[in-house]
C-alpha cells in the first residue's frame, strides 16, 4: 500500500513538471505574451517598463524564470499574478475551489441519481419504447453543447420566463457562498446543477444500461436467478453491484475531470467563480502565474482522481482489492 | 398417460425454440423424460444439442425474449411451465436448485461466499441471518471444504475452481432440493477436482435425498455416477436407457459414434479411432427427417424423415435401425462412412 | 433633444438620501489597488472618490468637470512666470482613512513613490519634474530632492519643472498623483489597499470577485467640490458576470450598475423599457483604426486615405449600437474637446461632417498605389463589437481588392499587441480614450515621433507616424500653450487637420457612454474624467 | 546400434514470468511456470505431455519453439543450440518445428482469408511463386481433408474442428519435422476430436513427423504418443513409454491421475478403486518446499516435505521424480 | 484455471452465419457443399450495420445534412439573403411588400441599438433572420456548417491516424517506447482537455505554426483542426494501446512469430488490420466529440476565426443576441445538436456492428 502510494505520487510529480513545463513555454512562445507592457500599463515609457521586467524577472533566462516560479507557486506559496498584482495566485485557486466543487458535486449527485434511474429503468424495459425514448433523450442530452444549453437556459429563466411564478425564484447570476447564505447558495447554483448534470445523465444512463445488459448476461446472474431471488434483488443486488464499478470509475474520472477546470464552460456562461473561470480569465490575461497554477491544479486532481478511483475500484472489485 | 406419481419430474415433449432472423431455431426438440425420486440421469450430447437450454427451461430461467417454451412439466404433479412467476420463483432454488458449468464465473464477484449462500437461504426459509449462516456453515462441511468459517468471509475469485463449485452445490442444496439440475459441473475442473465433485454428487442421493439430473457431454462422467442416461442430438433424445444397458449396448448409431470416437485407457490401442464424420450440426438449418443422418454411416433413404421412438424394454431410440441390421452394423467398417469423413 | 433629457440638472436638485449600499457589476476585476500605478478606467473611477491629489478635477457634471480646482492644497497654486515653479499650500487637518493626518512630508514621499513603484506615466507625465529622469533611471533612489521640495512648518509644498508644462495641472489631478502616507509601501501594493483621503476607503479587495468600499470614518467634507461626501455607506463591487448576465440583473433590481457597455442586443430594451435608467454622455474618446505607415500597404499614403474614404462609418455605428450611440467621426479630436473644429476630409462631399463613404474614390486610389492584391490582417480585440468591426473593415479592404483577413486577440492582450513592430500588425482597430482634456493627449501622445518605440510593446503611436513637420509642429505648440493657451488652441485644430490628412489612421467614430442604472439609484453626475460619479448618487 | 541423435533436446529448462510491476500491485514472486525441465525428443516419435491445468505444460511448448524467451536451461534442435539465438538467426529453422495451437478461434487472424493465412508461411520463406504458392495452398488443404475452394474463406466461415485443420495445415505448409501441438483436440466435440486426432495420425506416418502432443486427457495421450512425460507444478514428474506409464504408474501423481479418469465402462468404473487426491494445485508462484506433490501427495512423509526428488530413472527409459517410486 | 473450450464452441455455433440449404444429392450431402459466397468480417459487419434500423436513419440525416452543407454554394444564394461572410449593415428587404432594413434601428424611447430582421419563416432571404452585422443566418448556417464539418472530420482524422501510430508503436514495441509515448500521453491526459485546447489555441491563433516544412498561418482554418486533433490523440491512443498489447499475446501472432514472419510484416497484416476495427468505430463518436469540442472552442472564441465561420461562431455571435433574436444561437445549436446526435447513434451502430466488445464512451 505504501509502496503503491509512493510510486503513484512519483507519477503524479512527473506529470505536475511536464504540465508545468508545457504551460511554461507555450507561454514564452506566445507573441505579445511580454507582461512587462501590460504590467507597466498603457503607453508607459520605456524606462518604465526596464524596470518592471527587472522587478519580474522577465529579464532572466527562462530555466531559472521557471524555477523561480516553481519555487515561488510550492515552496514560498507567494507567486502573484502579472495582471492584478499583488494578487497571490494561490489563495486564488484555493478561494475558488469552493465554487467549482458546490457545482460539481450538486450536479454529480443529479447526475449519478439520474444516470442510475436511466440506466435501470432502460436496462429493464431493454427493447421497449420506455428504453427508446430514454436512449433518445440521454444522447440529446450528450450532444448538447453545455455552453449552449446554459444560454438558453439562463435566457429563460433570466429573462423571457423570469416574471412567471416558474422562474421568479431565480437569482441573478454568480455565487453565493454556502456558508453566507445557503438559501442563495441553492437558488443560484439549481439551474447550472441541471444543466451541466442533462450532459451527463444521459452518459451515465447509457453507460449503465450497458454494463447492466452485459452484467445480467453473466452466469452469475443467471445463479441468482436459479437461487430464487426476485427480479429486484437480483438487478439491484447482483447486478446493480457489479456494474456500478464502472460506473464510479467514470464517475471519478469525470468528477475529477470537472473539478479540475472542465466545468469551465459552465462556469462561464453562469458567472461563477471557480477554477475553470479562473483559468479562462488567466489565459485570456495571459497571466502565466494563475495559469500555471490552476493547471497545476487541475492536472494534479485529475491525477488524483485517477488516483482515488483506483482505490475505489478495489475498494468495490474484491478482486481488485487484493493487488493492494 | 396420466403421471407416474412415484416420478418427480416428468418432461413431456419439451420444445424451446428461439425466434431468429433465419426462421425458428428448435433448440430443444420434443423432449420428454421423467426422472424418478434419488436418481440420478445423465444427459450427454456434444455442443449445442440443447442440454443446457432443456434444463434451463425447467426452470422457467430462459429470459430470451425471442424464446417459446412449449410442453408439459410436471413436477410433484404441478406443471411448471404454467406456475406463476412467484411460485416459480419460491421453487427456484428451494425444491429445484441448479448448479452450472462454470464455477468461475457463477458466483457475484463482489459478494463474499457465504452471503451468497444466507442470501438464499433466507429467501427461501426466512429465519435469523444468524441461523442461516450457521446453516451455511454446516453445508459447506458436508461439501467438504475444509475450513468453512474462513471461507464464507471469502469472495469468489479467492477460491479454487474446484472450491466455487462446491460453494454452489452448497448454495443449490441450502433448501433440501428434491431435485437439483446440474449443468456440467465438472467440465471446467481438471480430473483430479472432477472426480472429487463427481464422488460428491453421487452422495448427493444418500446425504440429502435427491434427484439429480447431470448434464454433460462426457460419457465417462455419465458412467461413473448415473442411473439413467439421455443422448440427445441436434434438440431430440435419440436414445435413453438404464445407465449400464445404454453403455453395455448402445442402439442407436450415434450412441455407438460417441463411444468409438472415445480412445480407450486400457487394452489395446487401435491405430486411428473410429469417428463420426462431419460437423455437429446446426441448429438454424438441420437436415429434414433425422438430424443425425448426414454423418450417420447407416443412413439410408427413409432417414429423410424423422425415425419413430423405438422401444425396447425399459429403453428407447429414435432410428429405423432394426435389431438385426443394428447387430450387422454396430460392427462393421466404416462402411458408408467413407465418402461422408473427407468432406467434412 | 431627447438625448441628454435624462441627465438633465434637475436631478441634481433633489436633496440626496444618505445610507444604504450599491452594487456594481464588471466582468472582471481592474487588477492592482496602487493608485500609482492602476491605469484602468475601471479604477480611475473608485479611485476619484478613493483618493485626492494636490489639485482635482472638479467634481461636477458635463464639461463641468474639466475644470481644475484646489483640493489637498488650499488653493490652486502660485506658478512663477517662467511657469517652471508652483508652490502649493497643503490643507490642514484633512486625514487619511487610518486616522493619520496629511502632511507635507507625505506629500513629497508621494511624489518619490510615482517614480518608485514606476508608475506607467512617471515617464510621460512626470517626466518634467526636476529629477525625474535620475529616479526613472533608478527608482529606488528617487528623492527628487530639486524637484519636490515641502515646509512643513509653513505647510508650503513647491515643484519644479524641468520645463513650462501647461498640462501639469492637470497631470497632477489624476489619480496617478494621489497623496498616500508616506509609510506606503514603495512598491506594488496589489490588493492590499493604501489608505486614502476621499469618502469611502477599501475594505476588502479579490480581484477575482468583490472589491468592497465602506465610508472613512476620518473623512470631512472640505470642498465639495473636489471632494464631496457620498452618500451611500458602503459600495460592493462584484465580478465575475457577463454584461449579459450584469444587465439582466441590474434590470430585475439586483445590481445597479455595470461598468462594461451593455450587450447590442439588450439596448433596444433599455431604451424603450428603461428608458428613465439610462444616461447618454458624449465621450472624450474615438475608435479609430491605426495604419501602419510602416508596412506594405499602408507605407503609401494613398492606401490610407483610400481606407479613410471607404470606410461608412455610418455603417460602423450600426455595429456599435446606433446612431445614437455613436457619431461618425473623420478626425482625431473628439467633439466638444479643447480646440476641436468638425473636419471631414473622407467623405462624399468633403467639409465639416462625414455623409457618406467614397468608394469610387477610394478604389481609384488604390489603383493608383498599385497595392491591390496584397495579403492584409486587420487585428482587433476579440469582443462582440470589435470582432464585427474587425470583420467590416475586413470586407472593405477586400472590396478595395486586398487579400484581407481578420485576426482577433484576446482584449487584453491586443493592445499591447498591436504596438509592437515586432508582431507587424498592419491594421488594427483601437480606443483612445482622453487621460485628461488636452488636445495634446490625442495628438501628441498618439502621434508625436517621441511616442514611437520600435520593438517595444509599449509604443502608443501605432501606425509608427513621424512626420517631422507635424512633429516640430506639435512641439511648438506644446511650448505656446504655456504662454499663450489661446493661441496653441488654434495651433492644436491646424495640428488635428494636418494628421487627418495625412491618415496616419482611420478615426471611424465617437462612442457615447451609456450608463444603466437601477431603478432605485438617484443623483446621475456625469464627470468627464470619473464618468458616473459614483459618490454622488444615492439609493431610494 | 547407431546412436540416433535427439530431434530436441532441453537440458534443465527454466521459464519465470516476472509478473508485470503495476503501481498499485505489491511485487509478487515469480512464477516458476517451468522448472528445471529436461528431456529429449526421438525422430518421429509422438512425446505426449499430461498435467493438469496451470502446470505448465503451453509453456513449455512455447520454450521448445522459442515462442518466448527460455530463462535459463539450454535448447538444441538438430543438435544446434538455439536457446538463445536471436528471431532472426532462428527463420531458417522455424521452417522445421511448428505448432499447433489450442485455442482454434484465437490462433486465426479472423481478418485475413484462410489461403492467405496458409501463403504467409510460403510467402515469408519465398517458397515459390505465387502460383507455387497458391497451388502448395489447396495441396495442404486437401491434406487436411478440406476442399481447395476453401482458401477463399475467412476463418469465422468454419467450425471448431475445421479451424483446427487450418492451424494444422498451416503448421505443415513449412514441411517440419517437429510439431508441437498444444491440446489441439480440447476444445472440440468428442466426435470431432476423433477426426482431428486420426487426422494427424495419418499425418505423422505420411509425412514422417515428430510430435510433441499436449493434453490434459489422458485418453487421448494414450492413444496417440509413444512416449509420456507427465507435469506437475512446472516440472516433469515421470516420463516413460506409454504403455509403460499406463500400466504400471510410478509416481503417486501419475497414479491418481491416472485413477481419476472417467471411464465409460460403467464394470470398470465400479471395480476401480479411485484415489481422491485432497485440495488442488498450489499455486505456481508459491510452490511448496521439498517435493512439488507433497502437499497432495497420500504417501508423503518429512523426507518428502524437505527435499526434492531428482529426476532418476527408474528403469529402462524410465524417468522418476519420486523419493519412494511405486 | 478454467477450461473455457466448451463455452467457445457454443458460442461458435450460434454466431455462425447461416450455412446454406444442404445439397439435394440424395439427402446425403454434409453441409457446408453449398455454402453461400465467402463473407468476409467486413461485409459480415456492413450487413449487420445494414439491417440497424435506427443506425441508416441516422446515417441518412446526417449525409442530407452533410450534403446540404457542402452544396452551399451551389444554391444558397438563390435563397439567402446576403453574403454570408460579408456585412450587409445597409441592407434591406421586401417582406410582405414592405421595405425594410436589415438592419432596424429602435426607434423608440431612447432610440438605441439595431435589430436585426428576424426570421421570415420562408424559404428565401432572411429565412431564419439576419445576424448583427446584417447576415442571412441560414446562410451562414450553411455555410458553417462547412466548417464545422471540415473540422470534425479532419481533426477525427488527425487524432485517429497520430493515436494509432502512437497507440500500436507504443503497444508493439513496448520497452523504452512505450514508456516514453506512454509518459507522453500521462501528461496529455491529466491537462484538463479545454485548458490545453486553450492553451494551444492561444500561442497558435495569434502566432500560426510551424513545424519544420508544416507550416500553418494563424487564423488558419488548420489550427482548430489540428489542436482538436491533438488533444484527444490519449483517449484514443490508450484503448488502441491496450488493443495492441492484447493482440500482441493473442495466439495468432504468436502463430505468426512461429512460422518466422518478421515483425514489420505481422504489425503490418496481422496487428493493424486488427486495430482497424476499434479505430473505425472510433471514426463517429469522435466526430461527434470533435464536433462539440469546435462548438465550445469557437464559442470561447479561440476556435474558428472570423470571416470563417462555423457552427460553434455562429452561436458565438448569436449570443450577442441572445435576447432580441434567440434564433441567431438557437439554430446552430440545433445543427449541431442534431449532427451529432446522429453521429452517436450512426457511432452506436458501427459498434455494435464491429466491436460490440470495445466500451467506447461518447462525450
Ligand atoms: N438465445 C438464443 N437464441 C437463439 N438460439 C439459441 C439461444 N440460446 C441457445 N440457442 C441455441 O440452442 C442450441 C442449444 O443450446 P444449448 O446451450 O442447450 O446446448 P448445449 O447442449 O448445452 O451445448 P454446450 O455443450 O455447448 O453447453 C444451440 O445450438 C444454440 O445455438
Ligand atoms: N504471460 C504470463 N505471465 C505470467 N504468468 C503466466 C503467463 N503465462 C502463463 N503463466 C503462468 O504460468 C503457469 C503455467 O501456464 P501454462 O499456460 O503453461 O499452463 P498449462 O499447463 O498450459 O495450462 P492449461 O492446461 O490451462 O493450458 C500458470 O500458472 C500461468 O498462470
Ligand atoms: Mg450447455
Ligand atoms: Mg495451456
Not at chain 1, 61 to 90: C, E, H, W
Not at chain 2, 334 to 342: L, M, Q, S
Not at chain 3, 376 to 404: F, K, P, W
Not at chain 3, 483 to 506: E, G, H, M, R
Request: net charge neutral.
Amino acid at each position: 500500500m505504501l509502496t503503491a502510494l509512493a510510486s503513484r505520487f512519483a507519477q503524479m510529480i512527473f506529470v505536475l513538471v511536464g504540465i508545468s513545463m508545457i504551460v511554461f513555454l507555450i507561454f514564452f512562445a506566445t507573441p505579445g505574451s511580454d507582461p512587462a507592457a501590460r504590467i507597466a500599463g498603457r503607453n508607459a515609457s520605456q524606462e518604465t517598463l526596464q524596470v518592471v521586467r527587472h522587478d519580474f524577472g522577465l529579464d532572466r533566462p527562462l530555466p531559472v524564470q521557471y524555477a523561480l516560479m516553481m519555487k515561488r507557486l510550492f515552496i514560498t506559496g507567494d507567486l502573484t499574478s502579472f495582471v492584478n498584482r499583488g494578487q497571490k495566485v494561490v489563495p486564488t485557486v484555493v478561494n475558488a475551489i469552493p465554487v467549482t466543487l458546490s457545482l460539481v458535486l450538486g450536479a454529480g449527485v443529479l447526475w449519478v441519481v439520474g444516470g442510475v434511474v436511466v440506466g435501470v429503468l432502460a436496462a429493464m424495459t431493454r427493447g421497449r419504447w420506455l428504453d427508446r425514448v430514454l436512449m433518445i433523450l440521454g444522447l440529446i442530452g450528450v450532444s448538447m453543447p453545455v455552453f449552449w444549453l446554459g444560454e438558453v437556459a439562463n435566457l429563460v429563466s433570466q429573462s423571457r420566463f423570469h416574471d412567471t411564478f416558474l422562474f421568479s425564484w431565480v437569482p441573478a447570476l454568480g455565487y453565493k457562498p454556502f456558508s453566507e447564505d445557503p438559501a442563495g447558495w441553492f437558488k443560484t447554483l439549481v439551474i447550472p446543477w441541471f444543466t451541466l448534470a442533462t450532459l451527463y445523465v444521459g452518459l451515465y444512463g447509457r453507460v449503465l444500461r450497458a454494463s447492466l445488459i452485459e452484467v445480467l448476461q453473466e452466469d452469475f446472474i443467471r445463479t441468482a436467478r436459479a437461487k430464487g431471488l426476485s427480479e429486484r434483488r437480483i438487478l439491484l443486488r447482483h447486478g446493480l453491484r457489479s456494474s456500478l464499478v464502472a460506473f464510479v470509475t467514470m464517475f471519478g474520472l469525470d468528477f475529477g475531470a470537472l473539478v479540475g477546470g472542465g466545468a469551465l464552460l459552465a462556469e462561464v456562461v453562469f458567472g461563477l467563480q471557480g477554477v475553470g473561470k479562473v483559468t479562462y480569465d488567466a489565459m485570456q490575461n495571459l497571466d502565466l502565474p494563475t495559469i500555471m497554477a490552476t493547471v497545476i491544479y487541475a492536472s494534479f486532481f485529475v491525477v488524483f482522481a485517477n488516483f482515488i478511483v483506483d482505490v475505489l475500484y478495489a475498494f468495490l472489485d474484491p478482486r481488485v482489492r487484493d493487488a493492494f | 398417460m396420466p403421471s407416474d406419481p412415484s416420478l418427480l419430474l416428468d418432461v413431456r415433449d419439451l420444445r424451446v425454440s428461439f425466434r431468429s432472423e433465419r426462421g425458428l431455431v428448435r433448440a430443444v426438440d420434443g423432449v420428454s423424460f421423467s426422472v424418478g425420486r434419488q436418481e440420478i440421469v445423465g444427459l450427454v450430447g456434444e455442443s449445442g444439442s440443447g442440454k443446457t437450454q432443456t434444463l434451463l427451461s425447467l426452470m422457467g430461467l430462459i429470459d430470451d425474449p425471442n424464446a417459446i417454451v412449449e410442453g408439459e412439466v410436471r413436477f410433484l404433479g404441478e406443471d411448471l411451465l404454467r406456475l406463476p412467476r412467484k411460485a416459480l420463483q419460491a421453487l427456484r432454488g428451494g425444491k429445484i436448485a441448479m448448479i452450472f458449468q462454470d464455477p468461475m464465473t457463477s458466483l457475484t464477484p463482489v459478494h463474499r461466499v457465504g452471503d451468497q449462500i444466507v442470501e438464499q437461504i433466507l429467501a427461501h426459509k426466512g429465519g435469523s441471518r444468524r441461523a442461516a449462516r450457521d446453516k451455511a456453515l454446516a453445508l459447506l462441511e458436508a461439501v467438504r471444504i475444509a475450513n468453512p468459517t474462513a471461507v464464507v468471509a471469502r469472495y469468489p475469485h479467492e477460491l479454487s475452481g474446484g472450491m466455487r463449485q462446491r460453494v454452489l452445490i452448497a448454495m443449490a442444496l441450502s433448501c433440501d432440493p428434491a431435485l437439483l439440475l446440474a449443468d456440467e459441473p465438472t467440465t471446467a475442473l481438471d480430473v483430479t477436482v472432477q472426480a472429487q465433485i463427481l464422488d460428491l454428487i453421487g452422495r448427493l442421493r444418500g446425504d440429502f435425498a435427491s434427484s439429480v439430473i447431470l448434464v454433460t457431454h462426457d460419457l465417462g462422467v455419465v458412467a461413473e455416477v448415473a442411473d439413467r442416461v439421455l443422448v440427445m442430438y441436434g434438440g431430440r433424445v435419440v436414445e435413453e436407457g438404464l445407465m449400464d444397458e445404454v453403455f453395455r449396448d448402445p442402439l442407436h448409431p450415434y450412441t455407438w459414434g460417441l463411444f468409438d470416437s472415445i480412445p480407450p485407457l486400457e487394452g489395446p490401442r487401435p491405430r486411428r479411432l473410429r469417428s463420426i464424420p462431419g460437423n455437429p450440426p446446426t441448429l438454424s438449418s438441420l437436415p429434414p427427417g433425422c438430424a443425425f443422418g448426414p454423418r450417420c454411416r447407416c443412413r439410408f433413404d427413409a432417414c429423410s424423415i424423422s425415425p419413430p421412438v423405438q422401444r425396447l424394454g425399459n429403453r428407447r431410440f429414435a432410428c429405423y435401425l432394426s435389431a438385426s441390421q443394428r447387430a450387422t452394423l454396430r460392427n462393421a467398417p466404416n462402411a458408408g462412412a467413407a465418402a461422408v469423413e473427407g468432406l467434412s | 433633444g431627447g438625448l441628454w433629457a435624462a441627465s438633465g440638472p434637475a436631478a441634481q436638485a433633489e436633496e440626496g438620501k444618505r445610507g444604504g449600499s450599491l452594487r456594481l457589476l464588471a466582468r472582471a476585476g481592474g487588477g492592482t489597488l496602487d493608485p500609482h500605478i492602476n491605469y484602468t478606467a475601471q479604477y480611475f473611477q473608485t479611485n476619484f472618490i478613493l483618493y485626492d491629489g494636490l489639485v482635482g478635477f472638479k467634481k461636477a457634471n458635463g464639461k463641468d468637470g474639466n475644470a481644475i480646482v484646489a483640493d489637498l492644497a488650499e488653493a490652486l497654486p502660485t506658478v512663477s512666470d517662467d511657469g517652471k515653479t508652483y508652490t502649493f499650500t497643503l490643507r490642514k487637518g484633512v486625514r487619511f482613512s487610518n486616522g493619520q493626518p496629511v502632511t507635507t512630508g507625505d506629500v513629497v514621499a508621494s511624489f518619490q513613490r510615482i517614480f518608485k513603484v514606476s508608475s506607467p506615466t512617471a515617464g510621460t507625465f512626470y517626466n518634467g519634474i526636476l529629477g525625474a529622469d535620475h529616479c526613472l533611471a533608478e527608482p529606488a533612489g528617487c528623492t527628487l530632492a530639486e524637484g519636490v521640495s515641502a515646509d512643513p512648518a509653513s505647510g508650503t509644498i513647491v515643484i519644479k519643472l524641468a520645463a513650462a508644462d501647461a498640462e501639469f495641472l492637470q497631470k497632477l489631478s489624476l489619480p496617478h498623483a494621489a497623496i498616500l502616507p508616506a509609510d506606503a509601501p514603495a512598491k506594488d501594493v496589489g490588493t492590499d489597499a493604501i489608505p486614502g483621503t476621499g469618502p469611502y476607503k477599501i475594505e476588502s479587495y479579490d480581484p477575482n470577485t468583490r472589491l468592497r468600499l465602506v465610508r472613512n470614518p476620518y473623512f470631512k467634507e472640505w470642498s465639495k467640490d473636489a471632494q464631496p461626501d457620498g452618500y451611500v455607506d458602503e459600495i460592493n463591487y462584484d465580478f465575475g458576470l457577463t454584461e449579459e448576465a450584469a444587465i439582466t440583473a441590474i434590470q430585475n433590481g439586483q445590481a445597479d450598475w455595470m461598468f462594461d457597455p451593455p450587450p447590442p442586443d439588450r439596448l433596444p430594451e433599455l431604451g424603450t423599457k428603461y428608458a428613465k435608467q439610462v444616461h447618454l454622455n458624449l465621450l472624450a474618446a474615438m475608435w479609430y483604426a491605426p495604419m501602419n505607415v510602416n508596412l506594405a500597404p499602408f507605407n503609401d499614403e494613398r492606401v490610407r486615405k483610400a481606407v479613410n474614404y471607404a470606410v461608412d462609418r455610418g455603417a460602423l455605428t450600426k455595429l456599435f449600437g446606433g446612431a445614437n450611440l455613436a457619431t461618425p467621426a473623420c478626425q482625431i479630436l473628439p467633439p466638444d474637446f479643447p480646440s476641436y473644429e468638425a473636419y471631414c476630409p473622407y467623405t462624399q462631399a468633403p467639409g465639416a461632417k462625414w455623409s457618406k463613404p467614397d468608394l469610387e474614390k477610394a478604389k481609384a486610389l488604390v489603383k493608383d498605389s498599385g497595392t491591390a492584391g496584397q495579403k492584409v490582417t486587420v487585428i482587433v480585440e476579440d469582443n462582440a463589437v470589435a470582432r464585427s468591426i474587425g470583420v467590416y473593415l475586413q470586407g472593405v479592404l477586400a472590396q478595395l481588392g486586398y487579400d484581407a483577413s481578420v485576426k482577433p486577440i484576446s482584449q487584453n492582450i491586443q493592445f499591447t499587441y498591436i504596438q509592437n513592430t515586432a508582431n507587424a500588425v498592419q491594421i488594427s482597430v483601437s480606443q483612445w480614450y482622453q487621460d485628461y482634456p488636452a488636445a495634446s493627449n490625442f495628438l501628441n501622445v498618439l502621434f508625436s515621433c517621441g511616442s514611437f518605440h520600435p520593438g517595444s510593446d509599449s509604443s502608443i503611436n501605432m501606425s509608427g507616424f513621424c512626420d517631422k513637420t507635424i512633429d516640430a509642429q506639435i512641439t511648438e505648440a506644446l511650448v505656446t500653450a504655456t504662454k499663450d493657451p489661446a493661441k496653441a488652441a488654434t495651433q492644436w485644430t491646424a495640428i488635428d487637420k494636418a494628421i487627418t490628412d495625412k491618415a496616419p489612421v482611420a478615426v471611424l467614430f465617437t462612442p457615447k457612454q451609456v450608463t444603466f442604472l437601477s431603478a432605485r439609484v438617484k443623483g446621475f453626475v456625469f464627470n468627464n474624467q470619473t464618468k458616473w460619479l459614483i459618490s454622488q448618487s444615492w439609493v431610494e | 546400434m547407431t546412436p540416433v541423435q535427439p530431434l530436441l533436446r532441453a537440458t534443465a529448462l527454466v521459464k519465470t514470468y516476472q509478473t508485470r510491476r503495476s503501481p498499485l500491485r505489491r511485487p509478487s514472486p515469480p512464477v516458476v511456470a517451468v522448472d528445471q525441465v529436461t528431456f529429449d525428443v526421438w525422430p518421429g516419435e509422438t512425446l505426449g505431455l499430461v498435467g493438469e491445468s496451470g502446470c505448465g505444460k503451453s509453456t513449455l511448448g512455447r520454450c521448445l519453439l522459442r515462442l518466448t524467451d527460455i530463462s535459463a536451461g539450454t535448447l538444441e534442435f538438430e543438435g544446434r543450440d538455439i536457446t538463445k539465438a536471436s528471431l532472426h538467426a532462428l527463420r531458417p529453422t522455424r521452417r522445421r518445428m511448428q505448432m499447433v495451437f489450442q485455442d482454434p478461434y484465437a490462433s486465426l487472424n479472423p481478418r485475413r482469408r484462410v489461403g492467405d493465412l496458409l501463403a504467409e508461411p510460403l510467402r515469408v520463406h519465398k517458397l515459390g511463386t505465387e502460383r507455387q504458392i497458391a497451388d502448395r495452398v489447396a495441396e495442404l488443404l486437401t491434406q487436411v481433408d478440406l476442399r481447395p475452394d476453401h482458401a477463399q474463406r475467412y476463418p469465422h466461415e468454419f467450425s471448431g474442428g475445421q479451424r483446427q485443420r487450418i492451424g494444422i495445415a498451416r503448421a505443415l505448409a513449412l514441411e517440419p519435422r517437429l510439431i508441437v501441438a498444444d491440446e489441439p483436440v480440447s476444445a472440440l466435440d468428442v466426435s470431432v476430436q476423433a477426426q482431428v486426432i486420426n487426422l494427424m495420425t495419418d499425418l505423422r506416418e505420411r509425412l514422417g513427423l515428430t510430435y510433441v502432443f499436449i493434453a490434459h486427457d489422458l485418453s487421448v495421450v494414450r492413444h496417440i504418443s509413444s512416449r509420456v512425460a507427465v507435469m506437475y507444478l512446472g516440472a516433469i514428474v515421470e516420463i516413460g513409454a506409454t504403455d509403460d506409464i499406463f500400466g504400471s504408474p510410478h509416481h503417486p501423481y501419475t497414479q491418481a491421475l491416472l485413477s481419476a479418469v472417467p471411464v465409460t465402462d460403467p464394470d470398470r468404473s465400479k471395480r476401480r478403486q479411485r484415489i481422491l487426491l485432497e485440495g488442488e494445485i498450489p499455486n505456481p508462484s508459491h510452490r511448496p518446499s521439498g517435493c512439488r506433490f507433497h502437499s497432495r501427495c497420500p504417501y508423503a512423509d518429512d523426507q518428502c516435505r524437505a527435499v526434492s526428488p531428482p529426476l532418476a530413472a527408474a528403469e529402462r527409459g524410465r524417468l522418476v521424480a519420486c523419493h519412494k517410486p511405486l | 484455471m478454467s477450461r473455457e473450450d466448451r463455452r467457445v464452441v457454443s458460442f461458435a455455433f450460434s454466431t455462425r452465419p447461416p450455412a446454406g440449404q444442404p445439397d439435394d444429392k440424395g439427402g446425403r450431402a454434409p453441409p457446408l457443399t453449398s455454402e453461400p459466397p465467402p463473407q468476409g468480417p467486413w461485409a459480415v459487419a456492413l450487413r449487420k450495420l445494414w439491417r440497424d434500423r435506427a443506425a441508416m436513419v441516422a446515417l441518412a440525416v446526417f449525409l442530407v445534412v452533410c450534403a446540404l452543407c457542402l452544396m452551399a454554394p451551389l444554391y444558397a444564394q438563390f435563397i439567402a439573403g446576403s453574403d454570408p461572410f460579408q456585412t450587409n449593415l445597409n441592407g434591406e428587404i421586401v417582406v410582405d411588400g414592405e421595405v425594410r432594413a436589415v438592419l432596424e434601428a429602435s426607434t423608440e424611447g431612447l432610440g438605441l441599438g439595431m435589430t436585426p430582421i428576424g426570421p421570415t419563416w420562408r424559404l428565401g432571404p432572411y429565412m431564419l433572420g439576419a445576424d448583427n452585422q446584417g447576415r442571412d443566418v441560414a446562410a451562414r448556417l450553411l455555410y458553417g456548417g462547412r466548417d464545422s464539418l471540415l473540422i470534425a472530420g479532419s481533426s477525427t482524422l488527425i487524432t485517429l491516424v497520430l493515436a494509432t501510430f502512437v497507440g500500436v508503436v507504443a503497444g508493439y514495441f513496448g520497452g523504452v517506447v512505450d514508456g516514453v509515448l506512454s509518459r507522453f500521453l500521462d501528461i496529455l491526459w491529466a491537462f484538463p482537455i479545454y485548458l490545453l485546447a486553450i492553451s494551444l489555441s492561444i500561442v497558435l491563433i495569434s502566432k500560426g505554426l510551424e513545424i519544420g516544412p508544416i507550416s500553418i498561418t494563424a487564423g488558419s482554418l488548420a489550427l482548430p483542426i489540428t489542436i482538436i486533433g491533438i488533444v484527444y490523440v490519449p483517449y484514443v491512443a490508450r484503448p488502441i494501446r491496450g488493443h495492441v498489447l492484447s493482440l500482441m499475446t493473442s495466439e495468432f501472432v504468436l502463430a505468426a512469430v512461429g512460422l518466422g514472419v518478421p515483425s514489420a510484416r505481422i504489425l503490418l497484416r496481422d496487428i493493424l488490420p486488427n486495430v482497424m476495427t476499434r479505430v473505425i468505430v472510433f471514426i463517429p463518436l469522435m466526430m461527434a466529440l470533435n464536433m462539440l469540442t469546435e462548438s465550445s472552442l469557437s464559442f470561447l472564441s479561440i476556435g474558428v476565426q472570423p470571416p470563417d465561420a462555423s457552427w460553434g461562431t455562429i452561436i458565438q455571435d448569436g449570443q450577442g443576441l441572445l435576447y432580441s433574436r434567440p434564433m441567431v444561437a438557437f439554430a446552430p445549436g440545433l445543427a449541431i445538436v442534431l449532427c451529432v446526435l446522429t453521429l452517436n447513434i450512426f457511432g452506436d451502430g458501427v459498434r455494435d456492428a464491429l466491436d460490440p466488445k470495445s466500451k467506447l464512451r461518447v462525450g
